[in-house]
């Protein structure tokens, strides 16, 4: 059995490289601001999950884990 305290870093990984994926068509291609705008709020929910994981809440870590999740892996 996965904890959240072991899932919602790989969830962050996850999203992150996602993310980074994103950023690197970004450059490569003119994506326009909506892509900017997509990044921008990964961004976003990535820092939220890293500061309830360090603060330990655990329902802030599930709100996170959550949005996380819903990202496809589909790009």
């Not at 962050?12 to 705008?37: L, N």
């Not at 809440?57 to 599930?62: H, I, R």
């Not at 959550?66 to 496809?72: D, K, N, R, V």
């Amino acid at each position: 059995m996965i904890t959240l305290a072991e899932s919602l870093p790989a969830q962050i990984k996850r999203v992150s490289e996602k993310k980074a994926r994103w950023e690197g068509y970004m450059r490569d291609h003119d994506m326009g601001p909506g892509m900017q705008f997509s990044i921008n709020i990964m961004q976003s929910e990535i820092d939220d999950a890293v500061q309830s994981l360090a603060s330990g809440d655990v329902v802030s870590m599930l709100q996170s884990h959550e949005s996380l999740a819903a990202y496809s892996d589909d790009d």
